[in-house]
T-cell receptor
Framework: DAMVIQNPRYQVTQFGKPVTLSCSQTLNHNVMYWYQQKSSQAPKLLFH???????NEADTPDNFQSRRPNTSFCFLDIRSPGLGDAAMYLC?????????????FGPGTRLTVT | DAKTTQPTSMDCAEGRAANLPCNHSTISGNEYVYWYRQIHSQGPQYIIH???NNETNEMASLIITEDRKSSTLILPHATLRDTAVYYC???????????FGKGTMLLVSP
């Protein structure tokens, strides 16, 4: 089945140690998103790619970066994780940017910072 | 984006219809109403969306009032697996991002 895949499902990193989360999709969608969801809160958009065009949300910390080497893959890099970055990170895709297109989410990667 | 208001929580008996309301009184003419749900420890799942007309798919029905100021998501025969947080989201046309609110925690009980 076509889907959005996130690896790993659980990631533990040390305070200040760079970490990369990965997302892949078999939907061939143009747009890929990264959301952060802290405990008991709603998902919050960090940034998204339309093809190779990167769109950062205004309040996303500089500590968070992203790469999209091809249509299928997108990475979230946290350069110096702090304790406050512990969260579920969700990847999503959509065919286009028009709001008539729904977003499809992966299962998420739960990040723990020790 | 228009703000949405949803009840914090709702209960439903298994097999009965679950009717989840959403108020979006400031919605504009080009804004879609979307519903997603998130089962515990999983990613959000798309349910349904609409602009003006009522919509139905294999998961649910979406009823939008004529003035578009509110809508209701209907799960016709709720099961235990429908226990989740349900998010009502209003999206501006030609703008791709989703802004999640607090949602409604639906608990389906035997």
């Amino acid at each position: 089945d076509a889907m959005v895949i996130q690896n790993p499902r659980y990631q533990v990193t040390q305070f200040g140690k760079p970490v990369t989360l990965s997302c892949s999709q078999t939907l061939n969608h143009n747009v890929m998103y990264w959301y952060q969801q802290k405990s008991s809160q709603a998902p919050k958009l960090l940034f998204h790619y339309y093809d190779k065009d990167f769109n950062n949300e205004a309040d996303t910390p500089d500590n968070f970066q992203s790469r999209r080497p091809n249509t299928s893959f997108c990475f979230l890099d946290i350069r110096s994780p702090g304790l406050g970055d512990a969260a579920m990170y969700l990847c999503a895709t959509s065919r286009g940017t028009d709001s008539s297109y729904e977003q499809y989410f992966g299962p998420g990667t739960r990040l723990t910072v020790t | 984006d228009a703000k949405t208001t949803q009840p914090t929580s709702m209960d439903c008996a298994e097999g009965r219809a679950a009717n989840l309301p959403c108020n979006h009184s400031t919605i504009s003419g080009n804004e879609y109403v979307y519903w997603y749900r998130q089962i515990h420890s999983q990613g959000p799942q798309y349910i349904i969306h609409g602009l003006k007309n009522n919509e139905t798919n294999e998961m649910a029905s979406l009823i939008i009032t004529e003035d578009r100021k509110s809508s209701t998501l209907i799960l016709p025969h709720a099961t235990l697996r429908d226990t989740a947080v349900y998010y009502c989201i209003v999206r501006v046309a030609r703008y791709s991002t989703l802004t999640f609110g607090k949602g409604t925690m639906l608990l389906v009980s035997p």
